[in-house]
């Protein structure tokens, strides 16, 4: 069963707008990492937060994590059409295991 | 990162049927896995392909529906047996290390008439 929780279920912006997706888990976690999947293909990863971090940057991506919260966020700035696509968060047990939430599925339009 | 790869890409079988899919890595991985996202729907961990030994699956799978080999470090099979419609998928092996990264292969999209 998936122990993540994302919102919004959708998300639809226009180029240039800020994308911002939550998540939260129920268990503790050693890492939580995001995905990107287009159109039902393979995921891409895009970060990975351990749990002794609060935050991280990748280009135009920021994460955060606020494990007192049980909970994560996206942020993708100065979105692109190229943006369209689901974005996953799973949490990582101490096994490797990943645990997926529902997704965000975000739709930027020119 | 590792590149992973599958095989076949998709395919269209008939009930009652079996397929293999192969997850092949370009480097050596500590930890491999299967997961199943069913049509609209999120990912799900079918289990953990241990390298030399048995599988080790989730709740809700089990070894006759999904028998698993991992020989050794940078290859393995998933096998879905007995096909029904339900079982209709796409199915992704990552891998990575325990406390890192993990990567998905592109995905094998099933579907079962």
């Known amino acids: 069963s998936q122990q993540g929780e994302e919102d919004p279920q959708a998300l639809s912006i226009q180029e240039g707008e800020n994308a911002t997706m939550n998540c939260s888990y129920k268990?503790?976690?050693?890492?939580l990492q995001w995905y990107r999947q287009n159109s039902g293909r393979g995921l891409v990863h895009l970060i990975l937060?351990?749990?002794?971090?609060r935050e991280k940057h990748s280009g135009r991506l920021r994460v955060t994590l606020d494990t007192s919260k049980k909970s994560s966020s996206l942020l993708i700035t100065a979105s692109r059409a190229a943006d369209t696509a689901s974005y996953f968060c799973a949490r990582a047990d101490s096994w490797g295991k990943l645990q997926f939430g529902a997704g965000t599925q975000v739709v930027v339009t020119p | 990162s590792a590149v992973i790869s599958q095989k076949p890409s998709r395919d269209i079988c008939q009930r009652g049927t079996s397929l293999t899919i192969q997850c092949q890595v370009d480097?050596?991985?500590?930890?491999m896995f299967w997961y199943r996202q069913q049509p609209g729907q999120s990912l799900t961990l079918i289990a953990t392909?241990?390298?030399?030994?048995?599988?080790?699956?989730e709740s809700g799978f089990v070894i006759d529906k999904f028998p698993i080999s991992r020989p050794n470090l940078t290859f393995s099979t998933l096998t879905v047996s007995n096909m029904s419609p339900e079982d209709s998928s796409i199915y992704l092996c990552?891998?990575?290390?325990?406390?890192?990264?993990?990567?998905f292969g592109p995905g094998t999209r099933l579907t079962v008439l």
């Open positions: 268990t503790s976690i050693n890492n």
């Open positions: 480097s050596q991985v500590t930890m």
């Open positions: 392909a241990n390298q030399g030994s048995e599988a080790t699956y």
């Open positions: 937060i351990r749990s002794n971090e």
């Open positions: 990552s891998a990575g290390g325990q406390y890192n990264e993990q990567f």
